[in-house]
């Protein structure tokens, strides 16, 4: 299975730098998601890690690190943790951190909140 | 379109407030960033306010590339038209946005403003995991989580106030403001 990379793209919509590593299982979306139609953007993303969970079956070590992102993006991250949590449930090795900038109150509260109400370990960083 | 616009009366009622920026007309992409850019350095010195406003400004902005009802045509394509205004005084930034609905949304609107402004920080954020946990994205009709009101009013952690007008059978004006206080 290959590596995933898409490099985050900066003008009238932000991108976030993606990069999933299919022979380490590191897995890291970071920057700033903004984008024209969110589900474009994140539905091969999903695609690999169901792909990653069903063929690979290696540990996933998954990074958010974001500084900024609007609603219907944090509808994705929700797609994202959700299948996550099932790979765990099903025997599958899951580690999450969520990183925030250390003033980002609003970032903190939303990686609590899925955290709570998902029921699922998240690493809450602030940097 | 044959009424003349009037810049003067249009002048003359914004001149109360401080006004940091103010935009009426089709609400493109690029608009969106050029505003958004220029909330970033208005309030470079103010970051934790000025990240708030940048984000609720976000939020506001597509409401209206996505969901205001009246439009025009530019180089072949459709772009909504809305209105929007930062001002401050001296404790708060407030963000104002305007633009024309059909009226059979103003209830909805209205009762979901109501429900915002009387929950809870807690409610509010069960609330807006609830919402975003149902129905998936590829098969939705809404082109964003459909939580974009809760998430400016967390953000803000101020209510949202909300005016409707008439303005004919079918459609009315709908503003929305809200503040964040300066200095977080």
């Known amino acids: 299975m290959e590596n995933l990379i898409i490099e985050g793209v900066k003008s009238t919509y932000f991108t976030p730098h993606v990069t999933f590593n299919a022979s380490t299982g590191e897995c890291s979306i970071a ?89 699922i370990d998240i690493n809450i960083i602030a940097y | 379109m044959s009424k003349k616009f009037s810049f003067f009366h249009h002048y003359v009622n914004m001149s109360d407030d401080d006004i940091l920026i103010s935009y009426k007309g089709p609400m493109s992409d690029v608009i969106i960033h050029e505003i958004s850019k220029e909330i970033q350095a208005k309030l470079a010195e103010d970051p934790k306010s000025g990240k708030k406003v940048y984000a609720i400004f976000i939020e506001l902005a597509q409401n209206i590339f996505f969901y205001s009802s009246e439009s025009t045509m530019l180089g072949g394509k459709t772009y909504r038209i809305g209105s929007i205004v930062l001002s401050q005084d001296e404790e708060n930034y407030t963000l104002t946005t305007g633009n024309i609905v059909e009226k059979k949304w103003i209830p909805i609107l209205w009762d979901r403003c109501e429900m915002i402004n009387n929950a809870d920080r807690e409610t509010l954020r069960k609330m807006k995991f609830e919402q975003r946990d149902q129905g998936t994205m590829s098969t939705e009709n809404s082109k964003g989580a459909g939580i974009g009101l809760i998430q400016v009013a967390l953000t803000s952690a101020q209510p949202i106030s909300v005016e409707f007008r008439d303005i004919d059978e079918t459609k009315s004006f709908f503003a929305l403001s809200v503040s964040v206080k300066k200095n977080l």
């Open chain 1, 31 to 119: 920057g700033e998601s903004y984008l024209e139609d969110t589900w474009d953007f994140y539905k091969p993303i999903l695609a690999w890690l169901k792909q990653y969970t069903e063929e690979v079956k290696g540990p996933i070590n998954f990074t958010f690190d974001l500084t900024y992102y609007n609603t219907s993006s944090s509808k994705c991250f929700l797609d994202i943790v959700k299948l996550l949590k099932e790979y765990k449930e099903n025997g599958g090795q899951v580690t999450i951190n969520w990183k925030h900038p250390e003033d980002d109150d609003d970032i903190r509260e939303e990686a609590e909140d899925y955290k709570n109400f998902l029921g």
